[in-house]
């Protein structure tokens, strides 16, 4: 009811409203465009439906994995691997690099969000150079 509010709230007043939240659902419901941050960084912005159908920051990515599905048949839910970083401490690189799978030295380096396609861009080197 909340969420129905505030779209009828936002199009009657013509405004923008910024939504944080952890729920996919929710985003892929109201949302136009999506920031997907980790560890208080930005590793990826895109419209809703170019993030949901083409995800291409791995964190991004293992997000939508980790979405519970209908087809699932019982099987165990996929869980990032790994820990989250040590927010007290400086983060150098990507802040995903050290739980990510396709992670390689590059990623050590200080990684700026860079657009990779219309209305689409990432953090992941890796990504911006077409590798994943």
């Not at 996919?24 to 809703?48: H, K, N, P």
């Not at 983060?91 to 739980?99: D, L, T, V």
């Not at 969000?113 to 911006?128: D, E, F, K, S, V």
Request: with cysteine.
């Amino acid at each position: 009811q909340i969420l129905e509010l505030i779209k009828s709230l936002q199009e009657k007043n013509g405004m923008a409203v910024i939504l944080i939240t952890h729920d996919l659902g929710v985003i892929a419901g109201i949302c136009d465009s999506v920031a997907v941050m980790y560890a208080g960084r930005l590793v990826e912005q895109a419209t809703a439906s170019s993030l949901f159908h083409s995800p291409r920051h791995p964190y991004t990515h293992a997000l939508m994995k980790s979405l519970p599905s209908m087809n699932t048949d019982g099987k165990e839910l996929y869980s990032i691997p790994g820990m989250p970083p040590d927010l007290t401490k400086p983060i150098e690189g990507c802040s995903f690099s050290a739980r990510c799978e396709h992670a390689i030295e590059a990623c050590r380096d200080d990684i700026h969000l860079h657009t990779i396609m219309l209305n689409h861009a990432t953090a992941c080197i890796r990504a911006q150079k077409g590798e994943l």
